[in-house]
Nanobody
Framework: QLQVAESGGGLVQSGGSLRLSCVTS?????????IGWFRQAPGKEREAVSC????????HYADSVKGRFTISKDHRDDTVYLQMNNLKPEDTAVYYC??????????????????????WGQGTQVTVSS
């Protein structure tokens, strides 16, 4: 069974940067996963932040983070990074990483900003002070 773990959250001042990591484990060498980053602020629904397809070549971003966040994939260790720059207080949330197995070539090319991912991590807290 696939395990997903996030790390890298913390407290940062407005305008600062953080880099989140999402590590997957328990998969075989023939399995490929797209990764999605989501966040949930207190009292709000979980919302999409970014995703990247299994090949690591096609990213997507929510409008609220375009130009500030960058998602990337390191194939050497199956880690997906979310580089967050120019952070704002409204970015404060628990950030979750979801993994979705690619069952065919079409899945391999795509990622989704809907939260229908098969496996989820426990989340990492990001707090941006004003």
């Amino acid at each position: 069974q696939l395990q997903v773990a996030e790390s890298g959250g913390g407290l940062v001042q407005s305008g600062g940067s953080l880099r989140l990591s999402c590590v997957t484990s328990g998969s075989t060498t023939s399995e490929y996963y797209s990764i999605g980053w989501f966040r949930q602020a207190p009292g709000k629904e979980r919302e999409a932040v970014s995703c990247i397809n299994a090949s690591g070549g096609i990213p997507h971003y929510a409008d609220s983070v375009k130009g500030r966040f960058t998602i990337s994939k390191d194939h050497r260790d199956d880690t997906v990074y979310l580089q967050m720059n120019n952070l704002k207080p409204e970015d404060t949330a628990v950030y979750y990483c979801g993994a979705q197995k690619a069952y065919d070539y079409n899945d391999y090319l795509m990622c989704s900003l809907s939260d229908e991912y098969e496996s989820w991590g426990q989340g990492t807290q990001v707090t941006v002070s004003s």
